[in-house]
């Protein structure tokens, strides 16, 4: 994914807000572009919003050609610190891509240690 970020577009911050949980939920703004182009922007806004802080850290991308309000248009990034998969502690990366819904998006689920 690291590879991808040269080919990441600019974006601005819609809206930032914290939630119960240790979530942090992120919306940005950028044009439509190809689901390869929206991991590498969502990764890159990733990067710069991870915190320690937070067990949870969203990135919702909208495209201001769609703007939705309440869902995001142009991928999703959800980052979950301190996830549980037996006797492991791991980090994983979910990541859509436009909706989550339409016949082309992709879902791309990564876990490290």
């Known amino acids: 994914m690291q590879d991808l ?66 869902n995001y248009t142009n991928g999703m990034v959800q980052f979950d610190q301190n996830v549980r998969l037996g006797s492991q502690m791991l980090k994983r990366y979910q990541i859509e891509t436009e909706d989550g819904f339409s016949s082309d998006a992709i879902r791309i689920v990564l876990t490290e240690e």
């Open 5 to 70: 970020e040269v080919g990441a577009l600019a974006y601005t911050i819609l809206d930032e807000s914290e939630s119960y949980g240790r979530k942090k939920i992120v919306r940005i703004g950028y044009p439509s572009c190809t689901g390869w182009q929206q991991v590498a922007t969502l990764y890159k806004a990733l990067k710069a919003y991870h915190s320690a802080q937070f067990d949870t850290v969203i990135i919702q991308g909208v495209s201001p050609e769609k703007a939705d309000k309440y």
